[in-house]
Protein backbone atom coordinates (compact mmCIF):
# COMPACT_ATOMS: atom_id res chain seq x y z
CA UNK A 1 0.00 0.00 0.00
CA UNK A 2 2.90 2.48 0.77
CA UNK A 3 4.60 4.12 -2.64
CA UNK A 4 7.17 2.23 -3.84
CA UNK A 5 10.81 3.05 -4.71
CA UNK A 6 11.04 2.18 -8.76
CA UNK A 7 14.01 3.80 -9.24
CA UNK A 8 16.12 0.63 -10.63
CA UNK A 9 12.99 0.05 -12.61
CA UNK A 10 15.15 0.72 -15.48
CA UNK A 11 17.35 -0.69 -18.05
CA UNK A 12 20.63 -1.39 -17.48
CA UNK A 13 21.54 0.77 -20.42
CA UNK A 14 19.79 3.86 -19.12
CA UNK A 15 22.51 3.73 -16.30
CA UNK A 16 25.53 3.00 -18.32
CA UNK A 17 24.35 6.20 -20.68
CA UNK A 18 24.27 8.31 -17.51
CA UNK A 19 27.63 7.54 -16.22
CA UNK A 20 28.52 8.35 -20.13
CA UNK A 21 26.93 11.73 -19.66
CA UNK A 22 28.29 11.86 -16.19
CA UNK A 23 32.05 11.50 -17.55
CA UNK A 24 31.43 13.93 -20.05
CA UNK A 25 29.98 16.81 -18.79
CA UNK A 26 27.48 18.93 -20.36
CA UNK A 27 24.78 21.51 -19.63
CA UNK A 28 22.19 19.68 -22.33
CA UNK A 29 18.69 20.01 -21.64
CA UNK A 30 16.49 17.55 -23.78
CA UNK A 31 13.12 17.13 -24.99
CA UNK A 32 11.48 13.18 -25.19
CA UNK A 33 8.67 12.73 -26.66
CA UNK A 34 6.38 9.81 -25.70
CA UNK A 35 4.11 8.31 -28.27
CA UNK A 36 2.72 5.02 -30.20
CA UNK A 37 2.99 4.64 -33.99
CA UNK A 38 0.17 2.37 -34.12
CA UNK A 39 -3.96 2.22 -32.43
CA UNK A 40 -4.07 -0.97 -30.93
CA UNK A 41 -6.51 -3.91 -31.78
CA UNK A 42 -6.72 -2.53 -35.50
CA UNK A 43 -8.71 0.37 -34.04
CA UNK A 44 -8.82 4.57 -34.60
CA UNK A 45 -8.21 5.34 -30.98
CA UNK A 46 -6.53 4.78 -27.25
CA UNK A 47 -7.39 5.89 -23.98
CA UNK A 48 -4.66 7.68 -21.62
CA UNK A 49 -3.55 5.96 -18.68
CA UNK A 50 -1.51 5.42 -15.70
CA UNK A 51 -0.71 9.34 -15.22
CA UNK A 52 -0.78 9.13 -11.50
CA UNK A 53 1.37 5.93 -11.13
CA UNK A 54 4.02 7.83 -13.52
CA UNK A 55 3.60 10.80 -10.80
CA UNK A 56 3.96 8.60 -7.73
CA UNK A 57 7.66 7.11 -9.99
CA UNK A 58 8.28 10.45 -10.17
CA UNK A 59 8.10 11.44 -6.53
CA UNK A 60 9.85 8.89 -5.52
CA UNK A 61 13.02 8.97 -7.41
CA UNK A 62 15.96 8.39 -5.27
CA UNK A 63 18.93 6.25 -5.15
CA UNK A 64 18.90 4.30 -1.73
CA UNK A 65 22.30 3.01 0.04
CA UNK A 66 21.15 -0.04 -1.21
CA UNK A 67 20.53 0.68 -4.60
CA UNK A 68 23.96 2.26 -4.72
CA UNK A 69 25.56 -0.89 -3.26
CA UNK A 70 23.73 -2.84 -5.91
CA UNK A 71 25.01 -0.73 -8.75
CA UNK A 72 28.69 -0.97 -7.00
CA UNK A 73 28.45 -5.09 -7.39
CA UNK A 74 28.41 -5.09 -11.00
CA UNK A 75 31.89 -3.34 -10.96
CA UNK A 76 30.30 -1.02 -14.07
CA UNK A 77 29.94 2.49 -12.33
CA UNK A 78 32.93 4.07 -10.59
CA UNK A 79 32.61 5.91 -7.20
CA UNK A 80 32.02 9.28 -8.44
CA UNK A 81 29.61 8.54 -10.38
CA UNK A 82 27.70 6.79 -7.55
CA UNK A 83 28.05 9.82 -5.23
CA UNK A 84 26.37 11.86 -7.81
CA UNK A 85 23.67 8.88 -7.36
CA UNK A 86 23.29 9.34 -3.90
CA UNK A 87 21.51 13.23 -3.99
CA UNK A 88 19.88 12.38 -7.66
CA UNK A 89 16.15 14.00 -7.91
CA UNK A 90 14.35 15.10 -10.70
CA UNK A 91 14.54 18.56 -11.36
CA UNK A 92 12.92 18.91 -15.24
CA UNK A 93 9.49 19.72 -16.30
CA UNK A 94 6.92 16.90 -17.26
CA UNK A 95 3.66 17.78 -19.90
CA UNK A 96 1.60 15.37 -20.19
CA UNK A 97 -2.48 14.24 -21.65
CA UNK A 98 -4.70 13.80 -18.81
CA UNK A 99 -5.48 10.30 -18.45
CA UNK A 100 -9.05 9.54 -19.64
CA UNK A 101 -8.76 11.34 -22.35
CA UNK A 102 -8.87 9.54 -26.28
CA UNK A 103 -5.62 9.55 -27.91
CA UNK A 104 -4.18 8.77 -31.30
CA UNK A 105 -0.95 7.73 -33.00
CA UNK A 106 1.88 9.87 -33.16
CA UNK A 107 1.11 12.75 -30.75
CA UNK A 108 3.60 13.10 -27.82
CA UNK A 109 1.46 11.61 -24.73
CA UNK A 110 4.24 13.01 -22.38
CA UNK A 111 6.75 15.40 -22.51
CA UNK A 112 10.09 15.38 -20.67
CA UNK A 113 12.12 18.59 -20.69
CA UNK A 114 14.79 17.69 -18.05
CA UNK A 115 18.60 17.44 -18.04
CA UNK A 116 19.86 14.76 -20.57
CA UNK A 117 20.88 12.53 -17.42
CA UNK A 118 17.56 12.71 -15.79
CA UNK A 119 15.70 12.55 -19.19
CA UNK A 120 17.16 8.94 -19.92
CA UNK A 121 16.76 7.56 -16.48
CA UNK A 122 13.20 7.93 -16.56
CA UNK A 123 12.67 6.58 -20.21
CA UNK A 124 12.02 2.34 -19.18
CA UNK A 125 9.40 3.39 -15.85
CA UNK A 126 7.37 5.77 -17.92
CA UNK A 127 6.95 3.68 -21.33
CA UNK A 128 6.13 0.61 -18.70
CA UNK A 129 3.52 2.58 -16.89
CA UNK A 130 1.64 4.35 -19.20
CA UNK A 131 1.87 1.52 -22.00
CA UNK A 132 0.28 -0.79 -19.89
CA UNK A 133 -2.41 0.86 -18.44
CA UNK A 134 -3.21 2.79 -21.67
CA UNK A 135 -3.69 -0.95 -23.49
CA UNK A 136 -5.97 -2.43 -20.89
CA UNK A 137 -7.65 0.88 -20.33
CA UNK A 138 -8.43 0.76 -24.39
CA UNK A 139 -9.17 -3.16 -24.57
CA UNK A 140 -11.90 -2.23 -21.37
CA UNK A 141 -13.41 0.93 -23.41
CA UNK A 142 -13.56 -1.68 -26.59
CA UNK A 143 -15.67 -4.48 -24.16
CA UNK A 144 -17.81 -1.71 -22.78
CA UNK A 145 -18.87 -0.37 -26.11
CA UNK A 146 -19.58 -3.71 -27.59
CA UNK A 147 -22.19 -4.49 -24.42
CA UNK A 148 -24.36 -1.04 -25.02
CA UNK A 149 -24.75 0.19 -22.23
CA UNK A 150 -24.65 -3.15 -19.99
CA UNK A 151 -22.82 -3.00 -16.82
CA UNK A 152 -19.29 -4.30 -17.43
CA UNK A 153 -17.05 -6.03 -14.56
CA UNK A 154 -13.45 -6.88 -14.58
CA UNK A 155 -12.39 -10.17 -12.97
CA UNK A 156 -9.57 -11.22 -14.73
CA UNK A 157 -6.86 -11.34 -11.46
CA UNK A 158 -6.42 -15.05 -10.97
CA UNK A 159 -5.47 -14.63 -15.01
CA UNK A 160 -3.34 -11.26 -14.68
CA UNK A 161 0.66 -11.68 -15.51
CA UNK A 162 1.46 -11.26 -12.02
CA UNK A 163 -0.05 -8.66 -8.85
CA UNK A 164 0.88 -5.76 -10.75
CA UNK A 165 -0.68 -6.56 -13.84
CA UNK A 166 -3.82 -7.47 -11.74
CA UNK A 167 -4.17 -4.66 -9.34
CA UNK A 168 -3.10 -1.59 -12.46
CA UNK A 169 -4.95 -3.73 -15.07
CA UNK A 170 -8.52 -3.44 -12.87
CA UNK A 171 -7.63 0.27 -12.15
CA UNK A 172 -7.40 1.30 -16.50
CA UNK A 173 -10.16 -1.52 -17.15
CA UNK A 174 -12.70 1.06 -14.84
CA UNK A 175 -10.89 4.10 -16.46
CA UNK A 176 -12.01 2.82 -19.57
CA UNK A 177 -15.24 1.79 -18.70
CA UNK A 178 -15.67 -1.33 -16.35
CA UNK A 179 -18.00 -0.61 -13.68
CA UNK A 180 -15.80 -1.99 -11.14
CA UNK A 181 -13.55 -4.84 -10.76
CA UNK A 182 -13.65 -8.44 -8.73
CA UNK A 183 -10.17 -7.40 -6.82
CA UNK A 184 -10.09 -6.51 -3.58
CA UNK A 185 -6.74 -5.11 -3.37
CA UNK A 186 -7.44 -2.64 -6.30
CA UNK A 187 -11.05 -1.62 -4.95
CA UNK A 188 -9.38 -0.39 -1.90
CA UNK A 189 -6.44 1.15 -3.46
CA UNK A 190 -7.96 3.34 -5.79
CA UNK A 191 -12.05 3.59 -4.25
CA UNK A 192 -13.61 1.88 -6.81
CA UNK A 193 -16.57 -0.60 -6.83
CA UNK A 194 -15.91 -4.21 -5.80
CA UNK A 195 -18.14 -6.86 -7.49
CA UNK A 196 -18.71 -10.69 -7.19
CA UNK A 197 -21.21 -13.81 -6.42
CA UNK A 198 -20.00 -17.22 -5.63
CA UNK A 199 -18.41 -19.70 -7.49
CA UNK A 200 -19.02 -23.57 -8.48
CA UNK A 201 -17.43 -25.02 -5.40
CA UNK A 202 -19.99 -23.15 -3.32
CA UNK A 203 -22.91 -25.18 -5.25
CA UNK A 204 -20.67 -28.15 -5.14
CA UNK A 205 -20.00 -28.45 -1.39
CA UNK A 206 -23.87 -28.30 -0.65
CA UNK A 207 -25.58 -31.47 -1.00
CA UNK A 208 -28.05 -30.09 -3.49
CA UNK A 209 -27.98 -26.97 -6.17
CA UNK A 210 -31.71 -25.61 -4.49
CA UNK A 211 -29.74 -25.91 -0.43
CA UNK A 212 -26.42 -23.79 -1.78
CA UNK A 213 -28.68 -21.39 -3.35
CA UNK A 214 -31.09 -21.35 -0.53
CA UNK A 215 -27.97 -20.54 1.89
CA UNK A 216 -26.41 -17.72 -0.65
CA UNK A 217 -29.70 -15.40 -0.53
CA UNK A 218 -30.40 -15.80 3.18
CA UNK A 219 -26.59 -14.13 3.06
CA UNK A 220 -26.83 -11.66 0.73
CA UNK A 221 -30.57 -11.08 0.31
CA UNK A 222 -29.54 -7.72 -1.40
CA UNK A 223 -27.23 -8.84 -4.12
CA UNK A 224 -28.42 -12.17 -4.71
CA UNK A 225 -26.77 -13.24 -8.03
CA UNK A 226 -27.19 -17.43 -8.45
CA UNK A 227 -24.54 -19.22 -10.70
CA UNK A 228 -27.20 -21.42 -12.69
CA UNK A 229 -24.99 -23.74 -14.51
CA UNK A 230 -22.92 -26.28 -12.26
CA UNK A 231 -25.36 -29.45 -12.98
CA UNK A 232 -28.01 -28.39 -15.86
CA UNK A 233 -28.96 -24.62 -16.66
CA UNK A 234 -32.12 -24.96 -18.16
CA UNK A 235 -33.57 -28.19 -16.10
CA UNK A 236 -32.05 -27.60 -12.72
CA UNK A 237 -30.29 -24.35 -12.35
CA UNK A 238 -32.85 -21.80 -13.41
CA UNK A 239 -35.93 -23.77 -11.41
CA UNK A 240 -33.45 -23.70 -8.28
CA UNK A 241 -33.20 -19.38 -8.64
CA UNK A 242 -36.88 -18.93 -9.50
CA UNK A 243 -37.94 -21.30 -6.49
CA UNK A 244 -35.61 -19.12 -4.16
CA UNK A 245 -36.46 -15.80 -6.05
CA UNK A 246 -40.76 -16.99 -5.42
CA UNK A 247 -39.91 -17.81 -1.60
CA UNK A 248 -38.16 -14.44 -0.90
CA UNK A 249 -40.83 -12.54 -2.56
CA UNK A 250 -43.24 -14.64 -0.41
CA UNK A 251 -41.73 -13.19 2.52
CA UNK A 252 -41.18 -9.94 1.38
CA UNK A 253 -37.96 -9.82 0.60
CA UNK A 254 -37.34 -7.02 -2.26
CA UNK A 255 -33.62 -7.53 -3.08
CA UNK A 256 -31.57 -4.40 -5.04
CA UNK A 257 -30.41 -6.78 -7.46
CA UNK A 258 -31.19 -10.31 -7.73
CA UNK A 259 -30.91 -12.91 -11.12
CA UNK A 260 -28.97 -15.27 -12.38
CA UNK A 261 -24.61 -16.60 -13.74
CA UNK A 262 -24.15 -17.78 -16.92
CA UNK A 263 -20.33 -19.36 -17.47
CA UNK A 264 -20.55 -21.84 -19.97
CA UNK A 265 -22.64 -23.49 -22.65
CA UNK A 266 -24.30 -21.47 -25.71
CA UNK A 267 -24.68 -18.45 -24.19
CA UNK A 268 -27.12 -16.93 -26.40
CA UNK A 269 -29.75 -20.09 -26.41
CA UNK A 270 -29.16 -20.61 -22.68
CA UNK A 271 -29.94 -16.66 -22.25
CA UNK A 272 -33.22 -16.17 -24.25
CA UNK A 273 -34.70 -19.42 -22.36
CA UNK A 274 -33.50 -18.44 -19.31
CA UNK A 275 -35.00 -15.49 -19.54
CA UNK A 276 -38.52 -16.61 -21.10
CA UNK A 277 -38.68 -19.30 -18.01
CA UNK A 278 -37.61 -15.81 -15.55
CA UNK A 279 -40.56 -13.97 -17.16
CA UNK A 280 -42.92 -16.50 -17.00
CA UNK A 281 -42.57 -16.67 -13.34
CA UNK A 282 -43.11 -12.66 -13.12
CA UNK A 283 -39.67 -11.56 -13.25
CA UNK A 284 -38.68 -10.16 -16.21
CA UNK A 285 -36.71 -7.35 -14.24
CA UNK A 286 -34.16 -9.99 -12.98
CA UNK A 287 -30.64 -9.81 -13.95
CA UNK A 288 -28.96 -12.23 -16.44
CA UNK A 289 -25.06 -12.14 -15.97
CA UNK A 290 -22.55 -14.21 -18.23
CA UNK A 291 -19.07 -14.71 -17.89
CA UNK A 292 -17.04 -17.55 -19.73
CA UNK A 293 -13.82 -16.11 -21.61
CA UNK A 294 -15.91 -12.83 -23.23
CA UNK A 295 -14.08 -10.14 -24.67
CA UNK A 296 -15.32 -7.63 -27.32
CA UNK A 297 -16.15 -9.69 -30.52
CA UNK A 298 -18.13 -12.20 -28.47
CA UNK A 299 -20.09 -10.12 -26.71
CA UNK A 300 -20.99 -7.95 -29.82
CA UNK A 301 -22.18 -11.25 -31.35
CA UNK A 302 -23.95 -12.15 -28.47
CA UNK A 303 -25.70 -8.99 -29.06
CA UNK A 304 -26.43 -9.31 -32.34
CA UNK A 305 -28.12 -12.90 -31.97
CA UNK A 306 -30.10 -11.47 -29.26
CA UNK A 307 -28.73 -12.26 -26.60
CA UNK A 308 -30.92 -11.59 -23.50
CA UNK A 309 -27.61 -10.87 -21.06
CA UNK A 310 -27.63 -7.52 -19.55
CA UNK A 311 -24.70 -7.67 -17.42
CA UNK A 312 -20.98 -8.90 -18.40
CA UNK A 313 -18.16 -10.60 -16.09
CA UNK A 314 -15.00 -10.08 -18.45
CA UNK A 315 -11.83 -11.70 -17.21
CA UNK A 316 -8.78 -13.31 -19.08
CA UNK A 317 -9.24 -11.60 -21.98
CA UNK A 318 -9.58 -8.16 -20.71
CA UNK A 319 -6.97 -8.34 -18.41
CA UNK A 320 -4.13 -9.72 -21.08
CA UNK A 321 -5.33 -7.73 -23.69
CA UNK A 322 -6.35 -10.57 -25.99
CA UNK A 323 -5.64 -9.26 -29.47
CA UNK A 324 -2.63 -6.64 -28.60
CA UNK A 325 -0.54 -8.04 -25.50
CA UNK A 326 1.55 -5.00 -25.77
CA UNK A 327 1.17 -1.16 -26.80
CA UNK A 328 3.46 0.27 -28.74
CA UNK A 329 4.40 3.53 -26.77
CA UNK A 330 8.32 4.76 -27.28
CA UNK A 331 10.36 7.50 -26.04
CA UNK A 332 12.45 9.05 -28.80
CA UNK A 333 14.68 12.44 -28.52
CA UNK A 334 13.09 15.97 -30.17
CA UNK A 335 15.06 18.85 -29.19
CA UNK A 336 18.51 19.42 -27.44
CA UNK A 337 19.45 22.92 -25.63
CA UNK A 338 23.16 23.03 -25.49
CA UNK A 339 22.67 25.75 -23.01
CA UNK A 340 20.32 27.67 -20.24
CA UNK A 341 18.19 30.42 -22.28
CA UNK A 342 19.30 29.22 -25.81
CA UNK A 343 16.69 28.10 -28.20
CA UNK A 344 16.22 24.05 -29.20
CA UNK A 345 17.80 22.43 -31.50
CA UNK A 346 15.11 20.69 -33.04
CA UNK A 347 16.64 16.95 -33.48
CA UNK A 348 14.85 14.06 -35.93
CA UNK A 349 15.11 10.55 -35.98
CA UNK A 350 15.18 8.71 -39.75
CA UNK A 351 13.99 5.71 -40.88
CA UNK A 352 13.16 4.13 -44.12
CA UNK A 353 9.55 3.38 -42.47
CA UNK A 354 8.04 6.64 -43.25
CA UNK A 355 6.15 5.75 -39.85
CA UNK A 356 9.17 5.08 -37.64
CA UNK A 357 10.50 9.18 -39.09
CA UNK A 358 9.73 10.87 -36.03
CA UNK A 359 8.38 14.70 -35.46
CA UNK A 360 11.33 17.26 -34.20
CA UNK A 361 11.38 20.11 -31.89
CA UNK A 362 9.19 21.61 -28.85
CA UNK A 363 5.58 20.35 -29.94
CA UNK A 364 2.20 20.94 -28.03
CA UNK A 365 -1.07 19.46 -29.41
CA UNK A 366 -4.46 21.32 -30.40
CA UNK A 367 -7.77 19.03 -30.75
CA UNK A 368 -9.76 20.78 -33.29
CA UNK A 369 -13.71 20.05 -32.32
CA UNK A 370 -16.50 20.64 -34.29
CA UNK A 371 -18.34 23.38 -32.10
CA UNK A 372 -22.30 22.50 -33.07
CA UNK A 373 -21.41 18.88 -31.69
CA UNK A 374 -18.45 18.75 -30.02
CA UNK A 375 -17.55 15.71 -32.51
CA UNK A 376 -13.43 16.02 -33.07
CA UNK A 377 -12.49 17.12 -36.36
CA UNK A 378 -8.35 16.36 -36.17
CA UNK A 379 -5.68 16.78 -33.88
CA UNK A 380 -3.02 18.90 -35.34
CA UNK A 381 0.94 18.48 -33.70
CA UNK A 382 2.25 21.88 -33.88
CA UNK A 383 5.42 23.67 -32.06
CA UNK A 384 4.80 24.80 -28.62
CA UNK A 385 5.12 28.10 -29.14
CA UNK A 386 2.18 28.72 -32.25
CA UNK A 387 -1.22 29.33 -31.15
CA UNK A 388 -4.57 29.23 -33.27
CA UNK A 389 -7.36 31.72 -33.37
CA UNK A 390 -10.12 29.84 -34.05
CA UNK A 391 -12.35 32.62 -35.41
CA UNK A 392 -10.53 32.54 -38.46
CA UNK A 393 -10.54 29.75 -40.88
CA UNK A 394 -8.06 26.90 -40.57
CA UNK A 395 -6.68 24.68 -43.21
CA UNK A 396 -5.38 21.89 -42.49
CA UNK A 397 -3.48 18.78 -44.36
CA UNK A 398 -2.30 14.93 -43.98
CA UNK A 399 1.74 14.92 -43.51
CA UNK A 400 2.30 12.25 -45.33
CA UNK A 401 -0.41 12.26 -48.91
CA UNK A 402 -0.32 16.74 -48.34
CA UNK A 403 -2.35 17.11 -50.82
CA UNK A 404 -5.37 16.39 -49.33
CA UNK A 405 -6.29 19.08 -47.39
CA UNK A 406 -9.78 20.13 -45.26
CA UNK A 407 -10.87 23.62 -44.85
CA UNK A 408 -12.48 24.46 -41.69
CA UNK A 409 -14.46 27.40 -41.61
CA UNK A 410 -13.65 30.43 -39.04
CA UNK A 411 -15.92 29.67 -35.96
CA UNK A 412 -17.41 26.47 -37.06
CA UNK A 413 -14.83 25.22 -34.46
CA UNK A 414 -13.49 24.86 -31.00
CA UNK A 415 -9.86 24.13 -29.89
CA UNK A 416 -8.45 22.41 -26.83
CA UNK A 417 -4.63 21.85 -25.89
CA UNK A 418 -4.15 18.56 -24.87
CA UNK A 419 -0.40 18.92 -23.38
CA UNK A 420 -0.97 20.07 -19.44
CA UNK A 421 2.30 20.66 -16.98
CA UNK A 422 2.68 17.81 -14.33
CA UNK A 423 6.22 18.66 -13.11
CA UNK A 424 7.66 22.34 -13.26
CA UNK A 425 11.25 21.98 -11.81
CA UNK A 426 10.89 18.75 -10.62
CA UNK A 427 7.90 20.39 -8.84
CA UNK A 428 4.25 18.14 -8.77
CA UNK A 429 2.04 20.72 -10.38
CA UNK A 430 -1.04 18.17 -10.92
CA UNK A 431 -3.25 16.45 -9.13
CA UNK A 432 -5.00 13.40 -10.80
CA UNK A 433 -8.67 12.68 -10.29
CA UNK A 434 -10.23 9.53 -8.67
CA UNK A 435 -10.38 6.53 -10.75
CA UNK A 436 -14.51 6.35 -10.83
CA UNK A 437 -14.21 10.60 -11.76
CA UNK A 438 -11.49 9.46 -14.97
CA UNK A 439 -13.96 6.79 -15.54
CA UNK A 440 -16.61 9.99 -16.39
CA UNK A 441 -14.24 11.37 -18.06
CA UNK A 442 -13.49 8.76 -20.40
CA UNK A 443 -17.18 8.47 -20.93
CA UNK A 444 -17.24 11.99 -22.11
CA UNK A 445 -13.86 11.61 -24.14
CA UNK A 446 -15.41 8.94 -25.61
CA UNK A 447 -18.42 10.82 -27.04
CA UNK A 448 -16.41 12.89 -29.12
CA UNK A 449 -15.26 10.14 -31.21
CA UNK A 450 -17.69 10.21 -34.27
CA UNK A 451 -19.84 6.67 -34.32
CA UNK A 452 -17.87 5.54 -37.53
CA UNK A 453 -14.75 5.73 -35.41
CA UNK A 454 -15.95 3.76 -32.55
CA UNK A 455 -17.18 0.54 -34.71
CA UNK A 456 -14.78 -2.48 -33.92
CA UNK A 457 -14.01 -3.32 -37.25
CA UNK A 458 -12.69 -1.25 -40.47
CA UNK A 459 -13.41 2.07 -37.89
CA UNK A 460 -13.09 5.32 -39.55
CA UNK A 461 -9.38 6.93 -39.18
CA UNK A 462 -9.01 10.37 -36.79
CA UNK A 463 -6.77 12.54 -38.35
CA UNK A 464 -3.54 13.35 -37.37
CA UNK A 465 -1.82 16.28 -38.96
CA UNK A 466 1.33 18.69 -38.97
CA UNK A 467 1.34 22.37 -38.24
CA UNK A 468 2.56 23.81 -41.38
CA UNK A 469 5.14 25.79 -39.52
CA UNK A 470 6.02 21.94 -37.84
CA UNK A 471 6.26 20.02 -41.28
CA UNK A 472 8.08 22.73 -42.61
CA UNK A 473 10.94 22.06 -40.34
CA UNK A 474 10.43 18.17 -40.33
CA UNK A 475 10.78 18.58 -44.68
CA UNK A 476 13.82 20.86 -43.93
CA UNK A 477 15.37 18.51 -41.46
CA UNK A 478 14.75 15.59 -44.09
CA UNK A 479 16.22 17.51 -46.84
CA UNK A 480 19.28 18.30 -45.08
CA UNK A 481 19.78 15.04 -43.77
CA UNK A 482 19.25 13.97 -47.11
CA UNK A 483 22.19 15.73 -48.44
CA UNK A 484 24.14 14.89 -46.37
CA UNK A 485 23.67 10.86 -47.26
CA UNK A 486 24.64 12.19 -50.49
CA UNK A 487 27.54 13.60 -49.84
CA UNK A 488 28.85 10.74 -47.85
CA UNK A 489 28.36 8.71 -51.02
Not at 222 to 241: K, R
Not at 266 to 278: N, P
Not at 298 to 309: C, D, E, N, V
Request: with cysteine; glycine share 6%; aromatic share 10%.
Amino acid sequence: MEPRNLTLLTDLYELTMMQGYFKNPSSQTVIFDVFYRDNPFHGSYAIMAGLEQMIQYIDNLSFSSEDIQYLRSLQLFEEDFLEYLRNFHFSGDIYAIPEGTVIFPREPMVKVIAPVMEAQLIETAILNIINHQSLIATKASRVAYAAKGDGVMEFGLRRAQGPDAGIYGARAAVIGGCIGTSNVLAGQMFDIPVLGTHAHSWIMSFPDEYTAFKTYSELYPDACILLADTYDTLNSGVPNAIRIFQEMREKGIKPKKYGIRLDSGDLAYLSKQAYQMLCDAGFPDAIISASSDLDENLIFSLKTQGARINSWGVGTNLITSKGNPAFGGVYKLAAIQHKSGEPFIPKIKISENTEKVTNPGNKTIYRIYNKNNRKIKADLICLADESFDDSKTMIIFDPIDTWKRTRIPGGSYTLRELLVPIFQKGRQVYTSPSVMDLRDICQRELDTLWDESRRLVNPQEVYVDLSEKLYTLKKQLLDEMGTETLKKK
